[in-house]
T-cell receptor, first 116, second 114 residues
Framework: AQSVTQLGSHVSVSEGALVLLRCNYSSSVPPYLFWYVQYPNQGLQLLLKYTTGATLVKGINGFEAEFKKSETSFHLTKPSAHMSDAAEYFCAVSSVTTGTASKLTFGTGTRLQVTL | DTAVSQTPKYLVTQMGNDKSIKCEQNLGHDTMYWYKQDSKKFLKIMFSYNNKELIINETVPNRFSPKSPDKAHLNLHINSLELGDSAVYFC?????????????FGPGTRLLVL
């Protein structure tokens, strides 16, 4: 079984400060890892994903994440927070259930608050 | 152009009623999903269809019945609604079912059962 743990349900940073959202996963097979963002009253939007290859993945809006197998982590970072980054962030791991469908298992989410 | 659309956006109803939520995607994807997001924002998959065939059913009560008339549509019918069904329901789609497929989400349907 696959699982995702997001440490910290709420993170508050000042505008311009570093954003660090933590994600640890559990998987018995090589994982595919995702970060999604959910703005208020909207659906989820993909920020970035790790499949294979380069362990540092760059996404939209200046976000990036690094896959660290030894630490089973996939933390999300952004060097400088903007007010528009305030949202709910979900880490997810993908696993194969059959030959034709992927199943995303989500973490419990981290709400990012950005203050002036 | 909305890639994944859901109707209605809001749904308020009484316990015991039957209701449907519709989902359509214009991305040409062949796999569609329903997720439930509870009041604590936890997201869990309910169903997945590939080419109109059910491939994931995550121990959801049989009061929930998905129907896929074609690859572009996946509807969710709920019988005998209960208070615990109150949640946000998201439809999503992807190209194929590969584990690395990106899923595209609709805006959600906010269901409130009174």
């Amino acid at each position: 079984a696959q699982s995702v743990t997001q440490l910290g349900s709420h993170v508050s940073v000042s505008e311009g400060a570093l954003v660090l959202l933590r994600c640890n996963y559990s998987s018995s097979v090589p994982p595919y890892l995702f970060w999604y963002v959910q703005y208020p009253n909207q659906g989820l939007q993909l920020l970035l994903k790790y499949t294979t290859g380069a362990t540092l993945v760059k996404g939209i809006n200046g976000f990036e994440a690094e896959f660290k197998k030894s630490e089973t982590s996939f933390h999300l970072t952004k060097p400088s927070a903007h007010m528009s980054d305030a949202a709910e962030y979900f880490c997810a791991v993908s696993s194969v259930t059959t030959g034709t469908a992927s199943k995303l298992t989500f973490g419990t989410g981290t709400r990012l608050q950005v203050t002036l | 152009d909305t890639a994944v659309s859901q109707t209605p956006k809001y749904l308020v109803t009484q316990m015991g009623n039957d209701k449907s939520i519709k989902c359509e995607q214009n991305l040409g994807h062949d796999t569609m999903y329903w997720y439930k997001q509870d009041s604590k924002k936890f997201l869990k998959i309910m169903f997945s269809y590939n080419n109109k065939e059910l491939i994931i059913n995550e121990t959801v009560p049989n009061r929930f019945s998905p129907k896929s008339p074609d690859k572009a549509h996946l509807n969710l019918h709920i019988n005998s609604l209960e208070l615990g069904d109150s949640a946000v329901y998201f439809c999503a789609s992807s190209r194929g079912g590969l584990p690395l497929a990106t899923q595209y989400f609709g805006p959600g349907t906010r269901l409130l059962v009174l």
